[in-house]
């Protein structure tokens, strides 16, 4: 019984490992085998309050949360298209405002530097399939979270025509409310993964 477990759990680790956080090969997939990804990296559906509105002709994604350590916690949002439920596009989202209300919302300087890591191993990870992005943005500059301006890089890579997967993040522990405009710590990493159907 003891080995029967063990197999199982071992089975279930070689599962999680192999597979990369960010899921590009969306186009032959349907939503079925992202619920059972999910279920075996044991997620959670993500309830929102959120009314979702597009001018594509999409459902409102089906939402995943996947616990982390030194982050937010990952949601992952599955968008279909209505006629077919091929995947539209999927989102991954860490995002501190997910998980903690307010505006003044202030973070470490080990956690922006933990953001920071998982955004070039996420970009990383996509380079290795797709080659290099063209990016724009500079995250060397830690000085830089304090100020208005903070710290930010955009990468792209555009596979094909109607395949991408292009991502950003934004980090700023700047905080000014001068009556009329308000800039609030920013604290997110955005990966989008977007299969364009003819129209």
Same mark, same amino acid.
């Given at each position: 019984?003891?080995?029967?477990?063990?197999?199982?759990?071992l089975?279930?680790? !070689?599962?999680?490992?192999?597979?990369?956080?960010?899921?590009?090969?969306?186009?032959?997939?349907?939503?079925?085998?992202?619920?059972?990804?999910?279920?075996?990296?044991?997620?959670?559906? #993500?309830k929102?309050?959120? !009314?979702? %509105?597009? *001018?594509?002709p /999409?459902?409102?994604?089906?939402?995943?949360?996947?616990?982390?350590?030194?982050?937010?916690?990952?949601? *992952?949002?599955?968008?279909?298209?209505? &006629? =077919?439920?091929?995947?539209?596009?999927?989102?991954?989202?860490?995002? *501190?405002?997910?998980?903690?209300?307010? =505006?003044?919302? &202030?973070?470490?300087?080990?956690?922006?530097?933990?953001?920071? &890591?998982?955004?070039?191993?996420? /970009? +990383?990870?996509?380079?290795?399939?797709?080659?290099?992005?063209k #990016?724009?943005?500079?995250?060397?500059?830690?000085?830089?979270?304090?100020?208005?301006? +903070?710290?930010?890089?955009r990468?792209?890579?555009? %596979?094909?025509?109607?395949?991408? /997967?292009?991502? #950003?993040?934004?980090?700023?522990? #700047?905080?000014e409310?001068?009556?009329? =405009?308000?800039?609030?710590?920013?604290h997110?990493?955005?990966?989008? *993964?977007?299969?364009?159907?003819?129209?």
């Amino acid at each position: 019984m003891k080995r029967l477990l063990f197999g199982s759990i071992l089975l279930i680790s !070689q599962f999680i490992f192999s597979q990369n956080i960010i899921q590009t090969d969306i186009k032959e997939k349907k939503i079925d085998y992202y619920f059972e990804l999910e279920e075996k990296l044991g997620s959670k559906i #993500y309830k929102t309050d959120e !009314q979702y %509105i597009s *001018v594509k002709p /999409v459902t409102a994604p089906f939402i995943f949360e996947r616990k982390e350590e030194e982050i937010p916690n990952l949601l *992952v949002f599955y968008t279909l298209y209505k &006629k =077919d439920s091929a995947i539209a596009e999927i989102l991954y989202e860490w995002d *501190v405002r997910n998980f903690e209300k307010g =505006d003044n919302i &202030k973070k470490s300087l080990s956690f922006n530097k933990a953001m920071i &890591k998982k955004y070039y191993e996420l /970009v +990383g990870e996509i380079s290795k399939k797709y080659g290099d992005s063209k #990016y724009e943005g500079n995250l060397e500059k830690l000085e830089l979270l304090n100020s208005e301006e +903070g710290l930010s890089r955009r990468d792209n890579w555009q %596979i094909s025509d109607k395949f991408k /997967v292009f991502s #950003y993040i934004n980090l700023s522990e #700047y905080y000014e409310n001068n009556g009329l =405009d308000i800039t609030i710590p920013t604290h997110k990493i955005r990966f989008y *993964v977007i299969n364009e159907k003819e129209k």
